[in-house]
Structure formats: C-alpha cells, structure tokens
C-alpha cells in the first residue's frame, strides 16, 4: 500500500536527513525514492530556496515496490 503525499509548506525538512522519501513539486513534478538530506544540497528546496518550480510541495515515506531492494 502506497502511502499518500503529506503538504509540505515550506520550511526545515519534517523528516530525519536519512529517511527516504518520494516528493512532489510545486510544479507538478514527482521524484521517488531518495534520502531526504538530498534536496538541501546547495539551494535547499525543503525551504523553498531557488526558482519556484523546485519547490517541495509534498512529500511521503518510500514503500518499495515488491522486489525492490530495501
């Protein structure tokens, strides 16, 4: 079962730097399975630094797919 995306808006990461999470952006985006300290490497798009576009709208814990290595 897929979990669904919790609002994110703006401010520090709601998540500790390891946890793997699947985003959304404020443009429509979605990026799956990356360590959450990932999108605060130069501009930090937790906090909506940078273009607008890039902005982390939501977000949700990873649940592998069956088969897919933990």
């Known amino acids: 079962m897929t979990h669904p995306f919790i609002t994110h808006n ?41 273009r607008p576009a890039n902005n982390i709208i939501a977000y949700r814990l990873h649940q592998p797919d069956k088969g897919e290595a933990p």
Do not use: I
């Open 10 to 50: 703006g401010g520090p990461c709601p998540v500790s730097p390891e946890t793997v999470v699947d985003v959304k952006f404020a443009d429509g985006r979605k990026r799956a399975c990356r360590r959450a300290h990932l999108w605060s490497f130069g501009r930090d798009w937790w906090q909506w630094q940078g």
